[in-house]
């Protein structure tokens, strides 16, 4: 299974039409979405996204991104690949940092 994480569905679908092989992809907007996810499926692969739009943020949450995300992955220490999709070179090397730091095998696949 993969986790798709991006708050624009503009982005999912294009990750659909780039990989139509891929089978059981579960979208998630926002990171209450994403960590809820996380919980219930056992994924192979997570694609992530860094910036979210307010409009797709959790309310409780101060920043709108999915560096959450991330940490919930290192929390939970993912044994999957995590994608870094960002278009934010910076926002991509935060969460590159993080991931490697833990030994999560990630990569960039380039921006969605």
């Known amino acids: 299974m993969i986790l798709f994480v991006d708050d624009m569905v503009n982005r999912y ?3 659909l039409k780039a990989f139509p092989d891929k089978e059981g992809v579960v979208h998630a907007s926002n990171p209450e979405a994403a960590c809820n996810a996380l919980l219930r499926f056992d994924f192979e692969e ?7 739009g307010e409009e797709f943020w959790a309310p409780n949450l101060p920043v709108p991104t999915f560096y959450l995300v991330a940490m919930f992955l290192v929390a939970m220490k993912f044994k ?3 994608y870094v999709h960002t278009g ?3 926002g991509s090397d ?5 991931l490697e730091e833990h030994n999560i095998q990630c990569q960039r ?3 969605m």
């Open 13 to 15: 679908k294009n990750f």
């Open 88 to 90: 934010n070179p910076v």
């Open 80 to 82: 999957g690949k995590v």
């Open 46 to 52: 997570v694609w992530l996204d860094h910036d979210a």
């Open 109 to 111: 696949p380039g921006a």
């Open 94 to 98: 935060r969460l590159m940092d993080l």
